[in-house]
């Protein structure tokens, strides 16, 4: 594999087997993790996703495998409609990850935590994050009308990072291209750590059969946020990256990313993923098999 792609995808996946549409359940879902991590694509997996709820489920599953891996986790916290709902899901889940690091710390931990925050002010969602002290909070946010601001307030705090959604079982779960774009663009401006969740399977955009949402690109992604690093592009520039469905417009070597004559270097890419955290896929299978049509892997 060419250096620009081995730094584009290196730790890209958070597994998430556990959720839609692949849907297996804990014992399944662990044993092909880790099945991942004993094999080629290990260069794409990271963290294995868990509920914040279900880790003491983890736990059992943990008993029945023999595996020589230590692994970190991503959590998934409950989240609330309000501050006060917000703030009584954030104990629970910081109960449940205590009681699960207890026992299991030495060999998989708890490093990012996510959550869907509710419409209230950033204060009191941190405040309610305190007790979830070990690990990194990405924060998803909609990609609605506020979310300059609401990026901007997340950037300032220095406290969290953000998190936005891709897609899922419904249309109306995929983001434009513009919105995406938006997101990438605000995120990488303000030096704003961020990761990306649901309907990423695939390195080119494509409809997806079951929701007809429009499914983006991973490749896609990360080449607009390399070449944001390099060009500082501006939305209408991502959108054009976000949106293209020709494999052939994009170039991978040693040296960096060319799309449409417009090149990305190994530095600029480097750049953009130690801001983009990754995302959290349910299969990592489905992008190999892709990569290898592509006969990028």
Same mark, same amino acid.
């Given at each position: 594999?060419? @250096?620009?792609?081995? @730094?584009?995808?290196?730790g890209v996946i958070d597994y998430a087997g556990l959720f839609p549409p692949a849907n297996l359940t804990m014992l399944p879902a662990l044993k092909e993790y880790l099945a991942h991590l004993d094999s080629d694509e290990q260069l794409l997996v990271n963290r294995f996703v868990c509920p914040a709820a279900r880790l003491t489920e983890l736990g059992a599953a943990l008993r029945e495998v023999e595996s020589g891996f230590e692994f970190g986790i991503t959590a998934v916290g409950i989240g609330g409609a309000d501050s006060s709902a917000?703030?009584? @899901?954030?104990? #629970?889940? @910081?109960?449940a990850i205590k009681a699960f690091e207890d026992e299991w710390e030495a060999q998989c931990w708890v490093e990012a935590f996510e959550v869907k925050i509710p419409s209230a002010p950033l204060s009191s969602i941190l405040s309610a994050l305190k007790p979830i002290d070990q690990a990194e909070w990405f924060l998803e946010v909609p990609l609605d009308d506020n979310l #300059?601001?609401?990026?901007s307030e997340i950037a300032v705090s220095e406290a969290a990072s953000a !998190?936005?959604?891709?897609?899922?079982?419904? !249309? #109306?779960a995929f983001p434009s291209a513009a919105a995406l774009g938006g997101f990438l663009k605000e995120c990488i401006d303000l030096n704003l750590p961020f !990761?990306?969740?649901?309907?990423?399977?695939h390195p080119i955009p494509r409809?997806?059969?079951? #929701?007809g949402g429009a499914m983006h690109g991973f490749l896609n992604v990360i080449t607009a946020a390399a070449l944001i690093e390099e060009m500082d592009l501006n939305r209408a520039e991502v959108e054009r990256i976000l949106l293209d469905r020709d494999p052939r417009n994009f170039a991978f070597d040693d040296d960096g990313i060319e799309w449409r004559g417009q090149n990305a270097t190994l530095d600029s890419i480097g750049q953009a993923r130690m801001l983009f955290a990754g995302f959290g896929s349910c299969s990592v299978r489905e992008p190999v098999e892709d990569l290898q049509h592509l006969g990028l892997w």
């Open positions: 594999m060419v @250096a620009s792609l081995e @730094a584009m995808l290196d917000f703030f009584a @899901a954030c104990k #629970s889940d @910081a109960d #300059s601001d609401t990026l !998190k936005a959604r891709t897609g899922g079982l419904e !249309k #109306s !990761k990306l969740t649901a309907g990423l399977h409809d997806d059969p079951q #929701s």
